[in-house]
T-cell receptor, first 112, second 115 residues
Framework: NAGVTQTPKFQVLKTGQSMTLQCAQD?????MYWYRQDPGMGLRLIYY???????DKGEVPNGYNVSRLNKREFSLRLESAAPSQTSVYFC???????????FGPGTRLTVT | AQSVTQPDIHITVSEGASLELRCNYS??????LFWYVQSPGQGLQLLLK??????LVQGIKGFEAEFKRSQSSFNLRKPSVHWSDAAEYFC?????????????FGTGTQLKVEL
């Protein structure tokens, strides 16, 4: 099992460009999450999907959209990137009935 | 609202010394508590978790944590630190079920190990 995978690993965007961060899991997770990690701020939840077909806003959703394409895939889209969105983005999945989340390796995004 | 406080931003210990990382939480119901570790350039790996039962839980890599309800704390300990333990450690709290099982993370403690 690959677990939770994310693509790309690194990305540089110019202000105003758009892009989609991809996340896929082969662990049969029901719930999936997108976080951003900034120095000194820990992980902050952007969006989550409690189950296939549902998505909800987290703590910092502005400037982002998500799609739960199917049970395996949960993508994060930046429609018009801003320098404030420079961050490391993590996707995570969770099994039904368990509390812990399993994290992907992250995408390091720089917006210039 | 749930919250997690990790009061120590940086901690330095000598290899072989004992370690305690502090975590205090605020949660309105019975919390589900976690410790994760993040090595440089990597994702987060679960060290241990606690929901109920014995308040001293054992995790991977020789770590343990003790839940103290009266102090709203869930401190992480290791009797003898190895150089490979240098990493960032995150405490998290969430519900056992419901509410999307959203976790709230602390801001992390960066551990440096001196040889």
């Amino acid at each position: 099992n690959a677990g939770v995978t994310q693509t790309p690993k690194f990305q540089v965007l110019k202000t105003g460009q758009s892009m989609t961060l991809q996340c896929a899991q082969d662990m049969n997770h029901n719930s999936m999450y997108w976080y951003r990690q900034d120095p000194g701020m820990g992980l902050r939840l952007i969006y989550y999907s409690a189950s296939e077909g549902t998505t909800d806003k987290g703590e910092v959703p502005n400037g982002y959209n998500v799609s739960r394409l199917n049970k395996r895939e949960f993508s994060l889209r930046l429609e018009s990137a801003a320098p404030s969105q420079t961050s490391v983005y993590f996707c995570a999945g969770r099994d039904r009935g368990a509390g812990e989340q399993y994290f992907g390796p992250g995408t390091r995004l720089t917006v210039t | 609202a749930q919250s997690v406080t990790q009061p120590d931003i940086h901690i330095t210990v000598s290899e072989g010394a004992s370690l305690e990382l502090r975590c205090n939480y605020s949660y309105g119901a019975t919390p589900y508590l976690f410790w994760y570790v993040q090595s440089p350039g990597q994702g987060l790996q679960l060290l241990l978790k606690y929901f109920s039962g014995d308040t001293l839980v054992q995790g991977i890599k020789g770590f343990e944590a003790e839940f103290k309800r009266s102090q709203s704390s869930f401190n992480l300990r290791k009797p003898s630190v190895h150089w490979s333990d240098a990493a960032e450690y995150f405490c998290a709290v969430g519900p056992f079920t419901g509410g999307g099982n959203k976790l709230t993370f602390g801001t992390g403690t960066q551990l440096k190990v001196e040889l």
